[in-house]
């Protein structure tokens, strides 16, 4: 026996056109909207902590799935309701927060100068 299951998010996804449609005009007035660097959000987002937070995005997209493994792997079983659930996984942002920002600091900055200085150098003697 099968059971059929249609949505209106399945049959869009099932039409790239129509795919195409629903997210080009959402994000075109979320672009538009941002372009004017106006606003109680855009200054938020601007501010020196969600700055920083960016320039720790990459280490952290790079950190999180080991963090997360681990953190499943110490403490699964302890992981019984939604609660704990939360409890483990606001405890795994944090551990991968601090790692990103340790790796930030100890290898991409680092490696940033290191890279720019030595490109700076093979331009130079030509």
């Not at 799935?65 to 944090?94: C, E, H, N, P, T």
Request: proline share 3%; hydrophobic share 55%.
């Amino acid at each position: 026996m099968a059971i059929s299951v249609s949505s209106p998010a399945i049959s869009v996804m099932r039409n790239p056109k129509l795919m195409t449609f629903y997210y080009l005009v959402p994000c075109s007035f979320v672009i538009f909207a941002f372009s004017f660097d106006k606003g109680l959000l855009s200054k938020l987002l601007g501010s020196k902590v969600f700055r920083f937070l960016g320039e720790c995005s990459f280490a952290m997209y790079l950190v999180h799935q080991i963090v997360l493994y681990a953190v499943k792997r110490l403490w699964g079983a302890y992981i019984v309701d939604v609660g704990s659930m939360l409890m483990f996984g606001a405890i795994g942002f944090a551990i991968s927060l601090a790692a990103a920002i340790v790796l930030r600091f100890a290898v991409e900055i680092p490696a940033d100068r290191f890279l720019r200085a030595r490109w700076d150098r093979s331009f130079r003697k030509r």
